[in-house]
């Protein structure tokens, strides 16, 4: 063989392997989510903060497809379905547990990370907390944990309010314990609350008018992401209609809600964007024990407090985290 042949070979041969791994495909996570683009664009940017942290950047060597279900639970099952016919490397569920159900139910080989409200070991979304097993684990924020916490604050902030509406989306898969909760608190604070189903955005205005029928005091908007989707509205409606009112995030505060209570929601995705990186370098789902949070923050809007006619006392303003003037 003569020289300029062999070293052609070699050459080729050692290029091999180089251009194998240029025409590997980049993993694929796949985005399931019962919010808006817009609404979970705070917590999206988390996710992809703590992925490049890790090592993978959107764009360059991970991409991201997107299904957005925009408070339309109905279409979960068939946006999971499509992202497993998709073949993606891993599936992220957020906007609570309707996705984390929809991913589950679509399959059991693809791993998924997801971020939940609500008990996932009581749901049946993983075997234990530590252990997970299966192929899901993740982060969750027990925002559905939190409505009797929230009825708490409202009671103190709005002691004159005998009579409490809460709103509910019956379509959420914790209606049912959101209800009962602040049933069961109710008697223990003095107050009666009633209960308002919003089965969609349009209904907002006569439930809003039906709660001022009912001489409700103040309003406890509970954790739902359709809800949450809607928050701009439900903030000014409840400014229209005068009504001191809790909710979930610190978002809604910031937005013009009187108060909130509830986790650090980024925490939670920054979480589950360094389980993602975990599992694409190779780990197990069911190996990640599933994050539970450990910072809260109570939110007070005094601007909107001021615009309400309402003084919030002196020792509830001292117990909140932020104080918003």
């Known amino acids: 063989m003569r020289r300029r042949e062999f070293v052609t070979l070699v050459g080729g041969a050692a290029a091999w392997p180089l251009k194998a791994r240029a025409q590997q495909p980049m993993p694929v996570i796949g985005l399931l989510s019962s919010l808006t683009p817009e609404g979970g664009k705070p917590n999206l940017a988390a996710f992809r903060k703590a992925l490049a942290d890790a090592g993978y950047v959107e764009g360059q060597n991970v ?100 009579t409490i509406a809460v709103l509910v989306n019956p379509a959420s898969p914790a209606a049912e314990l959101q209800t009962r909760e602040v049933q069961e608190a109710a008697p223990h604070l003095g107050v009666e609350v009633v ?34 989707n809607e928050r701009g509205r439900l903030i000014a409606l409840a400014a ?57 923050q109570f939110v007070i809007n005094l601007t909107t407090a001021k615009t309400l006619g309402l003084e919030i006392p002196p020792t509830l303003s001292a117990r909140a985290d932020e104080v918003i003037e």
Not at 264 to 272: G, H, I, N, P, R
């Open 240 to 296: 229209q209609h005068r009504l001191p009112a809790i909710y979930e995030w610190r978002l809604h505060a910031v937005e013009g809600g009187l108060m909130s209570y509830g986790t650090v929601l980024t925490d939670a995705y920054s979480q589950v964007g360094r389980y993602a990186a975990r599992i694409l370098k190779g780990e197990k789902p069911g190996d990640l024990p599933v994050v539970q949070p450990t910072k809260f």
């Open 195 to 228: 209960i308002f189903n919003a089965h969609g955005a349009d209904e907002f205005e006569s439930l809003f008018a039906a709660m001022t029928e009912r001489k409700a005091g103040a309003l406890l908007v509970t954790a739902d992401p359709s809800l949450y």
């Open 63 to 162: 991409q991201i497809e997107y299904r957005w279900a925009n408070g339309n639970y109905d279409q979960l099952p068939a946006m999971a379905a499509d992202l497993v016919g998709r073949h993606v490397a891993l599936i992220l569920t957020s906007g609570g547990e309707a996705p984390a159900f929809a991913a589950k139910a679509a399959t059991a080989t693809i791993p998924i990370v997801m971020v939940i409200g609500g008990d996932p070991v009581k749901e049946g979304l993983v075997i234990s907390l530590n252990r997970p097993g299966a192929n899901a684990t993740g982060a969750t924020v027990y925002a559905y944990n939190m409505e009797s916490k929230r009825l708490g604050l409202l009671h103190e902030a709005v002691p004159a309010a005998k």
